[in-house]
């Protein structure tokens, strides 16, 4: 997840640069007074979600397959867990013993 999450940013980075240029050349648009910064900073970010949304979809699959696999095992250990209990439990109620 760290690396899809640093590439991530870094699309984003590239696009402030790109958006920043555009918008002091003249390319695109200033925003109104102070709002300049934010306009920049929402026009990059409204570019960079589609662009990493379909460049980093192989990564952002591997991410899942990880985290999902981790889950499988945490789930396993859990259920593990719970049977020797159970089992413990059912020994100590069969020799009469309060669990």
Known sequence: MLRYTL????IFAGCLMVVWGAVYSGIFPRGYGNANFFWVLL??????????WVVLRKERERASVRVAGKVDRIKANLEANRR????????????????
Request: charged share 20%; no cysteine.
């Open 84 to 99: 020797q209990e159970d089992g413990v439990d059912d020994t100590a109620r069969a020799q009469g013993q309060p669990s």
């Open 43 to 52: 026009l990059a970010l409204v570019l960079s979600a589609p662009i990493s």
């Open 7 to 10: 590439m991530r940013l870094g």
